[in-house]
């Protein structure tokens, strides 16, 4: 098993939702978080002064999947979250031992 974590621009949420749900990807945990990477010390330019900002609002979502969907799903974000505008975030995979849904008691692949 999966777990595929990706951090995008807010705005974007709803393109990446949609084209997970077109490849049949389920089970999207996504949480607003603050992005304190190599965006420090751009600039934003408001009516008459410029705006300094350390952390930029990001989304990071998260699902676990089976092995053999990964790289589709993770390609599905890439595709969808991109802007090729600076700072557009990350996709990351990492390999998951155990997963128990605790309702049932399914294990692994069974409690995806």
């Known amino acids: 098993m999966k777990r595929i974590e990706a951090i995008i ?6 393109d990446v939702k949609d084209a997970l ?19 420090i010390g751009l600039s ?21 999947t089976n092995d053999k969907d990964a790289d589709k799903i993770a390609n ?13 975030g990350k996709v990351l995979i990492s390999t998951v031992n155990n997963a128990i849904r605790i309702r049932t008691g399914e294990k692994d692949n069974s409690a995806l």
């Open 9 to 14: 621009k807010p705005y974007k949420l709803e």
């Open 21 to 39: 749900a077109e490849i049949g990807a389920r089970g999207l945990t996504v949480f607003a978080v603050s992005d304190y990477d190599r965006s």
């Open 44 to 64: 934003k330019l408001y009516p008459g002064t410029k705006h300094y900002k350390d952390f930029v609002s990001k989304i990071y979502i998260e699902l676990i």
């Open 76 to 88: 599905t974000i890439m595709e969808s979250a991109k802007t090729a505008e600076f700072d557009d």
